[in-house]
């Protein structure tokens, strides 16, 4: 690989605008290199459970890649798999801890919503005043909810990202590591992620559009229990699903590197080191 004429190294920490024009910037000038890297990750996808681990993998090793863009080493896809395919099912792990922690989260305040609402209900009764303060309290609790739970996805936004770089990292490291990088920096965090899905929005619009023009296509076609209908749309559905994820995925993790970039030069003073090793 190597190395890109168009993109300069960040002098410093980024704003908002900066980390995703960054990330666009990079994605386009090794587009062929990440879509085809991201394709082969969505077809993983298909085969259970190691195959859910070869794509986190994948996506991570993307990160990569895009990092050594922005420190201007670029690595090969070959080193940069040298590092990362070792690491395949603690970033599965990973994944799955996170996934774990957000559930256990989301189950423990539905029981202590359901436990207030019991509480309430027993001291008030069946009456108009009490059903007044059950919506209100219903109301109040799914916005903290929400707010609590944005900010908590927020700290792991990042945790593939470490640990396809940073040496002797485990899935709980990964996980520490993200939550260190990014304190004090959620709000920013969810500017970035905000401004991101707005890029991408068009993408899904337009895929949603083309889904359903072939599920009415199928339907002028065949009848909807023919088993004719059921396997095309099938077939035709996976196989934009796959091209418009792998459109997507090295998007998302070019913006995870260069927010991890821009965090370790805000905290660590990252980009003033390499310039002086330089």
């Given at each position: 690989m190597s190395k890109n004429p168009?993109?300069?190294?960040?002098?410093?920490?980024?704003?908002?605008g900066n980390v995703v024009s960054a990330a666009?910037?990079?994605?386009?000038?090794?587009?062929?290199?990440?879509?085809?890297?991201?394709?082969?990750?969505?077809?993983?996808?298909?085969?259970?459970?190691?195959?859910w681990a070869k794509f986190s993998a994948i996506s991570?090793?993307?990160?990569?890649?895009?990092?050594?863009?922005?420190?201007e080493r670029p690595e090969t896809v070959n080193d940069a798999r040298r590092h990362v395919n070792p690491r395949m099912w603690r970033f599965f792990w990973a994944g799955i801890l996170v996934s774990l922690i957000l559930s256990g989260i989301a189950l423990a305040a539905s029981i202590g919503f359901g436990l207030l609402v019991v509480v309430v209900g027993a001291i008030l009764g069946q009456n108009p005043t009490a059903i007044i303060i059950v919506s209100l309290l219903t109301v109040i609790a799914v916005i903290v909810f929400l707010v609590v739970y944005i900010r908590l996805i927020s700290r792991w936004f990042i945790v593939e990202v470490p640990l396809a770089i940073e040496n002797?990292?485990?899935?709980?490291?990964?996980?520490?590591?993200?939550?260190?990088?990014?304190?004090?920096?959620?709000?920013?965090?969810?500017?970035?992620?905000?401004?991101?899905?707005?890029?991408?929005?068009?993408?899904?619009?337009?895929?949603?559009?083309?889904?359903?023009?072939?599920?009415?296509?199928?339907?002028?076609?065949?009848?909807?229990?023919?088993?004719?209908?059921?396997?095309?749309?099938?077939?035709?559905?996976?196989?934009?699903?796959?091209?418009?994820?792998?459109?997507?995925?090295?998007?998302?993790?070019?913006?995870?590197a260069v927010i991890y970039y821009d965090l370790r030069s805000r905290r660590e003073g990252l980009g003033l080191n390499l310039r002086d090793n330089n």
């Open positions: 168009s993109f300069s190294q960040p002098a410093g920490p980024l704003s908002v666009l910037r990079i994605y386009r000038d090794r587009f062929k290199l990440y879509y085809g890297l991201a394709f082969t990750a969505y077809l993983w996808i298909l085969v259970p459970i190691y195959g991570a090793l993307i990160s990569r890649l895009v990092f050594s863009e922005l420190l002797n990292m485990t899935a709980n490291s990964a996980i520490n590591r993200s939550w260190q990088l990014t304190e004090g920096f959620v709000g920013r965090l969810q500017w970035i992620v905000f401004v991101s899905f707005l890029i991408t929005l068009p993408i899904s619009i337009v895929v949603q559009i083309l889904t359903t023009m072939i599920q009415l296509l199928l339907g002028a076609l065949f009848s909807a229990d023919s088993p004719i209908f059921g396997v095309l749309y099938l077939v035709l559905f996976l196989a934009l699903t796959i091209a418009s994820g792998a459109l997507l995925i090295p998007f998302w993790q070019a913006v995870k």
